[in-house]
Structure formats: C-alpha cells, structure tokens
C-alpha cells in the first residue's frame, strides 16, 4: 500500500507528501515502488511537454533517487535529461538520500561529479554530498565550475571574492584543478570581469596574504599560457599574471618560458612576453644568443606590430653592444622572408646601418647574403650593392609570369550501363550535387533505364530515395501541386516521377502551360533549363524517350553536330517523337564553329526527312548572331548592365526558351525571386554554352552584392563563368571587379580564381577591369583595403605581370585626388597603400617600366606613411633601369 500511496503523492506533485512516505518506507519496499515510477517517467516523457505533465518531475526526481539502491542507478536518475528543467530540489535530495551509508553516497557524488557540465547539476547538491560522504571534494570540471560560481556570487553571504576565498578550505585545491582543466577554464573564465572585486584581484590578493602558495600560481599561469587554447581563455590567464605582478627575479628565472610565448603564442601573450624579454635585454641580462634565438621566432610570425617591436629592440641593443653585431645581424635578417616590404626596408636599414661592425669576410656576411635573396627586387638589389655579395647577381630580379593551366574541357561518359551504378551516382547527386557532367550523364541515363526497365530502375533507386523529402507524397496536404509547386528542384522532379510521386496535373501543367510567375532577372536561363526537367519528368510518365537528344558531348555543354545527327538518325528509327524542350536545347548546344563540319551534318540532318532534321540543317547552316548590344547602367552605387535582343533565339523555339534572347532590362524585371539556390547556376551556363554574356548580366546584381550588401556566396559562380565559352565583356568584367572587393573571403578567392583563369585563355581585359574597379570604388561600392586583400593574393601566385596590368589602370583613379601637402588636400583612400605596395611589387618582379599619371603627386608628399612609402617605391622601380 505505500507504494501506491507513494505514486499517487509522485502523479499530484506533492513532493512533501512523497517525502513524508519515502522516511517511512523500508529499502524493500523502495525497491518494490521502482518499476512504477520507471513507468511513470516513461509515461511523462511521451506525454506533450505542458504544466500538467511538469507537476509530476520534481517528486519523481527525488522518489526514484531514493528508491534506487544502486549508486550507478541512483546517479544515472539523477542526471537524467528528461528531468533537467524540474528537478527536486537539492535540500529534498539531500534529506531522501541522508540515511544512506558513507561510501555508497561518496560513490553517487563521484558519479554526479564526474558528468559533463552541460548536465546542470547544482552544485548545492553536489557539495552536499561531500559532506554527507566525507569523501574528498571532487576536481572534475562539473565541480569547479560550480564552486567558482559559488564563490563568485553573494548568496553564500557577505563579504567580497577575496573574503570567501579566504574562508574556503577547498581554495587551494579548486584553484588548482581550474588550472588545470582546460573545460572548466572555458565556462569560468567569462565570469573573472573588471573592477577592484573581480576575480583577478581577489585572486592575486590571498596569493599575496599566502593563502594561494606564489609560486604555484606564476607556474600554473604560464603553464595555461604555454598550453593555448581559444583567445578569450588566454586573455584572462594572461590579465592573472599581470595582476600577480612578477618581479624581476621571477621574470628572470621564466626566461625561456618567455620566448617561447613571444614566438609561439597569441599576438596579446606574445606581445607581453616580447615586452618582458625587450626590458631584460635593456638591462642587460640577456645574452647575444638569446635575443638571436627570440629574434629569430618573433621575425617569423606575420603580426606586424610585433615584428616592428622586434626591430626595434635590436637597433636598441646594436647601438649599446657593437660586439653582438655578428651574432645579431643574422637574426635581423630573418625579416627579409616578411611579405610586407615596409618590415624588409626596416630590417635592410639596421642591417646598413651596423653592417660595418662585421668582418669583412665570415659566416655573419655569408648568411646575410643568403637571407637577402628573400627580399622583394628593389630591395634585393639595394642589398646586392651594399653587400657585394656576387650570389645575388645570379637571382634574377625580372621573374616569370605565373598563370595557372587552362581548364580542360571534360568529355561527358556514357550514362551507367546498371541501374545499381546508376543509383549511386543520383544519390550523390541528390545529396552534395554536381558538376554539369555529372548532372547530365545522371539525367540521360534515368531517361534510359526508365524506358529500358523502370522497375528494376525503381528497385535500385529506393534505398536512395527513401528519406527524400517527396517521397511520401501522402503527407502533403495540397490540393493541387502536391511537393513539386513552381519549381522541379533539379534532378528531384525525374527521380519522383520515376516512383509516380509527382502528379500528372502537375506535370502536365507545366509542359503544356509553363511556368506563370512574374519575369525575374533569372527567368531566360531558369525556365529554359526548368522546361527540359518537367518534359522528361512528363515523359517518363506517358511516352519515355530512349535516351535525351540534348546531352551534351562536353562538360561545357557543348554538343557535337555529328553526335545530335546520330541520335536523331536513331529517333527516326524508333519512330520516338522528341521533345520540343529536349530538341531546342540540342539547337543551342550543337557546335556551329566549324563551318565545313556544320555543312556536312547539316546534309545528314536534311537527309533524316523530318521535321527536326530540316530545322536542325537550317539551324547548323545559319550564321550565328552576333552578341547583344551591351548598355551600362547605373543603380545606387552599383554599375549594372542591359542587354539587347538575342534575334537567333526566338521564332520556333519554346516560349521557355525565348527569353533566352529577349532584352533584358533592370527596370522590367523582378528584382526578387525564388531562384535563391546558387547550385542551378552552373547549370544555367549549360544552356546557352559560348555565351556566358548573357548569364553574366542576369547575375550581375546578385554577384554585386556580395561587394555592395555583404552578402554571402554569390561570387562562387565566378570562376565557372571564367572557364565557359564565349566573349568576356563588360558584365563579366564587372562581375569580377565586384567579387574582388567582397566581404567575405571564400568569395574573393572565386574572384582572384576568375580573375587568373581568365589571363590563363587570354580573355582578361586588363585595362578594362582596372577601369571597372575605379570606377565602382569612386562610387562608393567597393572597399579599396578588400580589393588590395585579392589583388595580394592574385599577385602572391606569381601573376605579376597581370596584376601590374590591371593596377596600372586603376591606381591613376585613386591617385588623383591626393593633395601634395597632407594638411592642404584630401588624404588617401583607405586601402591604397596597399595596393601601391603590391603594385610596387608586381612591378619590380614583372620588370615593368614607364609612367603612372598622378604617382609622383604621392610619392612627393611630406611623411613617412605607408602610402607615401610604396609610391615612392613604385615610382623608383617603374624608373629603374633595365641594365640594373
């Protein structure tokens, strides 16, 4: 009877009532009431998540707690999940569990102590098991959390931070443990705070009145700060040890710790430890190696400031200790490998300036002359007259230019003989998408494993399909489209229809009728490449094609007359009547270049007596129009472009396919739309292959965007249209000037890839993308420090020469505005001293000569600023001569 009363007390919530029982009960009959509360909490947790169902927790918290007579079971109800949010309180734990013996309670604690901190469990619970056991207190990462959190907080009582700790006997040991858990660290360590009551200063006060042993703490602070980890956590190890103030013994005695933190460790703890380092060898106690070995590190990392700190501090100690020159001007020279030039210069002119001291001959001389060999070419040859050194006469200061190889046109595989292989390939397809190679081969080979055999094809594809979200067509409750509305997600529509969980209406719909919605800038290459999707979907389902007319022979898209003769030699056969989709697709990818094997096709074509063998023959005969007329237009701070009509696209080509060649103008178009999925995109190339104008206009705004709106991912169609066929003109130029300067990255990486491939065919128009980019950075659309970013990584590939041509065009933009005298006139554009840097470095390397507009007016003004610095670089390499 008392355990159903006990279940009763536990389903109203009465936790006093279910605790008044529990005291009462015998460890049998707790035993006996478990498997009813077990089915009560499976009872609760498939209940819907509301008040009624919540009553119940906090009692059955503490009654399963205290009926579980296995530690491991009692600590696994616990730190149950489900139990999370509406536990029992840790005084009712702590009295259910009170009578129990000490070991099995110093079991349950180490259990419950041992759990992950996500687990939330209270540390009042927690420290109220230490003492009940008397076991020792736990150092797991739960814990300490937990005990920082308490001392950290006023409810224990009054008094500040440091009292508490004070009054704690489990300082030490907490202290110690938070060192040495890199978890516990992490949660802590937001809570440490300013003020004269934070943490740092109530720690590094006990540690002065002895409660915390000194000693320990330097160590453990250094150790964390050797160890790494995230920023914010060195942050708070490193403010520690400054508020423990080391003195000078203590800095002393840590000396190797400190340059292994100035050459390893994050630019806030290096810059401390360098600035620790910098005052003892002021004073002297460091010796000529070690400064040489912390020079050595520090010179290396590519923090700026703290490489300048470095050059700093050995000017300073080479003018107080001429003899250590041997021994520190090679460490010196360990910045000629910095790829800013400004580090170089300053290291070139300490290593003029004390050179002197050297020996004539000797290893010191020896090695300068081989680091010299990593300075940029103006600098290499300063160094080459100032050394003397005959090595460096044979590094050449004119390099090579380097381009990446051009892309190769991939031929297309047959479509997979087996349904099994065939399956694999959709599944990737439908899971992580793929290339235009990959996309057609899988399309033209369900259109002929369906008309072969569409069970076995059926049989094959299930395993693939199973999860996909059309697969249950029952679920979706619509009264007409069912899970394929406007759009047929690319392959997914074929795939469905194949399984005939796509509905006739549907299908029929948009083969007879089209699409409906409003004209987007997307519409002409979309609805072209939608049009052939819902055709082959709607065949498979009525007529199914032996195979599509319209795969491409290339992975461009390119089809070859002879093969689209062939295939339809093979529909005349069969009597297949094609698909008007299918066949205007093959019109627009056949090959045309070739004007005798076009002829020859084309009589084969007319030969055939059909219908699309005559327009076939007229199409490979006709002359291809030429581009559209190209308009610029501007919108905000954008550069957009229009263009004109495309008249070889229109007449007997679907409607869907006509506005392929239908003008195209910002002001008649939908800006938004629902073609937000980039994936399409390479696809939408494929379409109308050697004229990727037309797309590059129609993505222009998107591709501006992520320049303009930082916006993400819109460039990654770049360098696709950098590899298709056709005339690179103003829109892709255009594209390319936005990607350049774009907020993030991973898009201007596509941008300096479009940028390369496109010098690599001979199709980069140098002079007007550098015209391109002034002029959208005089408007306002691009950031120059962005630019200068791609522009760097463009030229780091070895693509001197193209990089100097475009910035040859650009930098006379951003240099006209600069007044001679800075406190007269405009200042800089922020960015352009980096752009001269890497154009003074592109030009050096490139061998390139002659004059830029408005360069002198910069390289003349007052100061030593950065872009003072490089113009006058620039102005000295582009002057230099050839027999230098």
Same mark, same amino acid.
């Given at each position: 009877?008392?355990?159903?009363?006990?279940?009763?007390?536990?389903?109203?919530?009465?936790?006093?009532?279910?605790?008044?029982?529990?005291?009462?009960?015998?460890?049998?009959?707790?035993?006996? $009431?478990?498997?009813?509360?077990?089915?009560?909490?499976?009872?609760?947790?498939?209940?819907?998540?509301?008040?009624?169902?919540?009553?119940?927790?906090?009692?059955?918290?503490?009654?399963?707690?205290?009926?579980?007579?296995?530690?491991?079971?009692?600590?696994?109800?616990?730190?149950?999940?489900?139990?999370?949010?509406?536990?029992?309180?840790?005084?009712?734990?702590?009295?259910?569990?009170?009578?129990?013996?000490?070991?099995?309670?110093? !079991?349950?604690?180490?259990?419950?102590?041992?759990?992950?901190?996500?687990?939330?469990?209270?540390?009042?619970?927690?420290?109220?098991?230490?003492?009940?056991?008397?076991?020792?207190?736990?150092?797991?990462?739960?814990?300490?959390?937990?005990?920082?959190?308490?001392?950290?907080?006023?409810?224990?009582?009054?008094?500040?931070?440091?009292?508490?700790?004070?009054?704690?006997?489990?300082?030490?040991?907490?202290?110690?443990?938070?060192?040495?858990?890199?978890?516990? $660290?992490?949660?802590?360590?937001?809570?440490?705070?300013?003020?004269?009551?934070?943490?740092?200063?109530?720690?590094?006060?006990?540690?002065?009145?002895?409660?915390?042993?000194?000693?320990?703490?330097?160590?453990?602070?250094?150790?964390?700060?050797?160890?790494?980890?995230?920023?914010?956590?060195?942050?708070?190890?490193?403010?520690?040890?400054?508020?423990?103030?080391?003195?000078r013994d203590e800095e002393r005695e840590r000396t190797a710790d400190w340059t292994a933190l100035a050459c390893e460790a994050?630019?806030?703890?290096?810059?401390?430890?360098?600035?620790?380092?910098?005052?003892?060898?002021?004073?002297?106690?460091?010796?000529?190696?070690?400064?040489?070995?912390?020079?050595?590190?520090?010179?290396?990392?590519?923090?700026?400031?703290?490489?300048?700190?470095?050059?700093?501090?050995?000017?300073?100690?080479?003018?107080?200790?001429?003899?250590?020159?041997?021994?520190?001007?090679?460490?010196?020279?360990?910045?000629?490998?910095?790829? !800013?030039?400004?580090?170089?210069?300053?290291?070139?002119?300490?290593?003029?300036?004390?050179?002197?001291?050297?020996?004539?001959?000797?290893?010191?001389?020896?090695?300068?002359?081989?680091?010299?060999?990593?300075?940029?070419?103006?600098?290499?040859?300063?160094?080459?007259?100032?050394?003397?050194?005959?090595?460096?006469?044979?590094?050449?200061?004119?390099?090579?230019?380097?381009?990446?190889?051009?892309?190769?046109?991939?031929?297309?595989?047959?479509?997979?003989?087996?349904?099994?292989?065939?399956?694999?390939?959709?599944?990737?397809?439908?899971?992580?998408?793929?290339?235009?190679?990959?996309?057609?081969?899988?399309?033209?080979?369900?259109?002929?494993?369906?008309?072969?055999?569409?069970?076995?094809?059926?049989?094959?594809?299930?395993?693939?399909?199973?999860?996909?979200?059309?697969?249950?067509? $029952?679920?979706?409750?619509?009264?007409?489209?069912?899970?394929?509305?406007?759009?047929?997600?690319?392959?997914?529509?074929?795939?469905?229809?194949?399984?005939?969980?796509?509905?006739?209406?549907?299908?029929?719909?948009?083969?007879?009728?089209?699409?409906?919605?409003?004209?987007?800038?997307?519409?002409?290459?979309?609805?072209?490449?939608?049009?052939?999707?819902?055709?082959?979907?709607?065949?498979?389902?009525?007529?199914?094609?032996?195979?599509?007319?319209?795969?491409p022979t290339w992975g461009t898209g390119l089809l070859e007359a002879d093969e689209l003769v062939a295939r339809l030699t093979?529909?005349?056969?069969?009597?297949?009547?094609?698909?008007?989709?299918?066949?205007?697709?093959?019109?627009?990818?056949?090959?045309?270049?070739?004007?005798?094997?076009a002829a020859a096709a084309a009589a084969r074509a007319r030969a055939l007596g059909s219908p699309e063998g005559y327009r076939?023959?007229?199409?490979?005969?006709?002359?291809?129009?030429?581009?559209?007329? #190209?308009?610029?237009?501007?919108?905000?701070?954008?550069?957009?472009?229009? #263009?004109?009509?495309?008249?070889?696209?229109?007449?007997?080509?679907?409607?869907?396919?006509?506005?392929?060649?239908?003008?195209?103008?910002?002001?008649?178009?939908?800006?938004? *739309?629902?073609?937000?999925?980039?994936?399409?995109?390479?696809?939408?190339?494929?379409?109308?292959?050697?004229?990727?104008?037309?797309?590059?206009?129609?993505?222009?705004?998107?591709?501006?965007?992520?320049?303009?709106?930082?916006?993400?991912?819109? $460039?990654?169609?770049?360098?696709?249209?950098?590899?298709?066929?056709?005339?690179?003109?103003?829109?892709?130029?255009?594209?390319?000037?936005?990607?350049?300067?774009?907020?993030?990255?991973?898009?201007?990486?596509?941008?300096?890839?479009?940028?390369?491939?496109?010098?690599?065919?001979?199709?980069?128009?140098?002079?007007?993308?550098?015209?391109?980019?002034?002029?959208?950075?005089?408007?306002?659309?691009?950031?120059?420090? /962005?630019?200068?970013?791609?522009?760097?990584?463009?030229?780091?590939?070895?693509?001197?020469?193209?990089?100097?041509?475009?910035?040859?065009?650009?930098?006379?933009?951003?240099?006209?505005?600069?007044?001679?005298?800075?406190?007269?006139?405009?200042?800089?554009?922020?960015?352009?001293?980096?752009?001269?840097?890497?154009?003074?470095? *592109?030009?050096?390397?490139?061998?390139?000569?002659?004059?830029?507009?408005?360069?002198?007016?910069?390289?003349?003004?007052?100061?030593?600023? /950065?872009?003072?610095?490089?113009?006058?670089?620039?102005?000295?390499?582009?002057?230099?001569?050839?027999?230098?």
């Amino acid at each position: 009877m008392s355990g159903e009363a006990l279940l009763k007390a536990v389903r109203a919530g009465s936790t006093a009532q279910a605790v008044g029982l529990l005291d009462g009960m015998t460890d049998g009959e707790r035993r006996a $009431a478990l498997p009813a509360l077990k089915d009560l909490r499976k009872e609760l947790r498939a209940a819907p998540w509301n008040a009624e169902s919540r009553t119940a927790y906090p009692a059955l918290h503490a009654a399963g707690a205290a009926c579980h007579t296995g530690a491991a079971a009692a600590a696994a109800w616990i730190a149950g999940a489900d139990m999370r949010w509406s536990q029992g309180s840790p005084g009712v734990l702590l009295h259910v569990l009170g009578d129990r013996e000490s070991d099995w309670l110093a !079991d349950v604690t180490h259990r419950l102590a041992a759990r992950p901190v996500a687990s939330g469990l209270p540390f009042a619970l927690l420290s109220g098991l230490v003492r009940l056991s008397g076991s020792p207190t736990p150092t797991t990462d739960a814990y300490v959390r937990g005990w920082f959190e308490n001392i950290g907080t006023g409810w224990q009582g009054t008094g500040s931070v440091a009292e508490r700790l004070r009054q704690d006997p489990d300082t030490a040991r907490m202290v110690t443990a938070f060192f040495e858990s890199p978890q516990a $660290a992490g949660e802590i360590a937001w809570r440490f705070g300013d003020g004269p009551g934070s943490w740092y200063n109530a720690l590094a006060t006990v540690t002065r009145e002895g409660v915390l042993d000194r000693k320990v703490m330097m160590d453990a602070c250094v150790a964390r700060l050797l160890r790494g980890g995230p920023v914010a956590d060195q942050r708070v190890f490193l403010r520690l040890l400054t508020c423990l103030a080391p003195t000078r013994d203590e800095e002393r005695e840590r000396t190797a710790d400190w340059t292994a933190l100035a050459c390893e460790a994050t630019p806030a703890v290096a810059g401390h430890a360098q600035s620790v380092l910098a005052s003892l060898a002021l004073d002297g106690e460091l010796t000529s190696g070690q400064l040489a070995e912390l020079s050595s590190g520090v010179l290396f990392r590519t923090e700026k400031k703290l490489v300048r700190a470095q050059l700093v501090l050995l000017g300073k100690v080479l003018r107080r200790d001429p003899a250590a020159t041997e021994v520190l001007l090679p460490a010196v020279a360990q910045a000629f490998g910095q790829e !800013d030039t400004d580090l170089q210069e300053r290291a070139l002119k300490l290593v003029e300036r004390h050179l002197s001291a050297l020996p004539p001959k000797g290893g010191a001389r020896d090695r300068l002359g081989e680091l010299a060999a990593d300075l940029s070419p103006g600098l290499r040859l300063r160094a080459r007259q100032l050394l003397g050194d005959e090595a460096l006469d044979s590094v050449s200061v004119v390099e090579d230019e380097i381009l990446p190889a051009v892309p190769e046109r991939p031929r297309l595989a047959a479509a997979p003989e087996s349904a099994a292989e065939l399956a694999e390939e959709v599944g990737a397809l439908l899971v992580s998408g793929g290339d235009v190679a990959a996309f057609e081969r899988a399309l033209d080979g369900l259109v002929r494993h369906a008309h072969r055999d569409r069970e076995d094809l059926v049989a094959a594809l299930d395993p693939v399909v199973a999860r996909r979200w059309w697969k249950d067509a $029952a679920s979706w409750h619509s009264t007409g489209n069912g899970p394929f509305g406007l759009s047929p997600h690319g392959l997914d529509v074929v795939v469905a229809a194949v399984f005939e969980a796509v509905g006739m209406h549907t299908l029929h719909a948009a083969v007879q009728r089209g699409s409906t919605e409003a004209n987007c800038r997307h519409s002409g290459p979309a609805r072209a490449f939608e049009a052939r999707l819902w055709e082959v979907a709607y065949r498979i389902r009525t007529e199914p094609l032996p195979f599509l007319l319209a795969t491409p022979t290339w992975g461009t898209g390119l089809l070859e007359a002879d093969e689209l003769v062939a295939r339809l030699t093979e529909y005349r056969r069969l009597d297949t009547r094609p698909g008007a989709a299918d066949f205007a697709q093959a019109l627009l990818r056949v090959r045309r270049d070739d004007p005798a094997t076009a002829a020859a096709a084309a009589a084969r074509a007319r030969a055939l007596g059909s219908p699309e063998g005559y327009r076939l023959a007229q199409w490979l005969t006709s002359e291809a129009s030429p581009p559209p007329a #190209i308009r610029r237009r501007t919108s905000g701070t954008r550069v957009l472009v229009e #263009i004109g009509e495309l008249e070889e696209i229109q007449g007997l080509f679907p409607p869907e396919f006509r506005l392929l060649g239908r003008p195209f103008a910002l002001s008649k178009h939908r800006w938004y *739309c629902r073609h937000w999925d980039t994936a399409d995109r390479q696809h939408w190339l494929a379409v109308v292959p050697g004229r990727r104008e037309l797309l590059a206009a129609r993505l222009l705004h998107d591709i501006s965007t992520v320049a303009v709106d930082e916006s993400r991912g819109g $460039a990654a169609v770049l360098p696709l249209l950098a590899e298709a066929d056709g005339t690179a003109g103003e829109a892709l130029h255009l594209a390319v000037a936005y990607g350049l300067a774009a907020r993030h990255p991973e898009d201007r990486l596509a941008a300096v890839d479009a940028l390369l491939v496109l010098a690599a065919r001979g199709h980069l128009d140098a002079g007007r993308l550098g015209s391109d980019l002034g002029e959208l950075v005089e408007r306002g659309a691009l950031k120059p420090s /962005r630019l200068a970013e791609s522009i760097r990584t463009a030229a780091a590939t070895g693509a001197h020469s193209t990089v100097w041509s475009v910035l040859r065009v650009l930098l006379p933009s951003l240099l006209s505005g600069l007044a001679v005298d800075p406190s007269s006139g405009a200042g800089p554009v922020r960015g352009l001293g980096d752009l001269l840097a890497v154009a003074a470095d *592109c030009a050096e390397r490139s061998g390139a000569r002659g004059a830029l507009d408005h360069l002198s007016r910069a390289a003349e003004r007052r100061g030593s600023s /950065r872009v003072v610095v490089q113009a006058r670089r620039l102005r000295t390499a582009l002057a230099q001569e050839d027999a230098a």
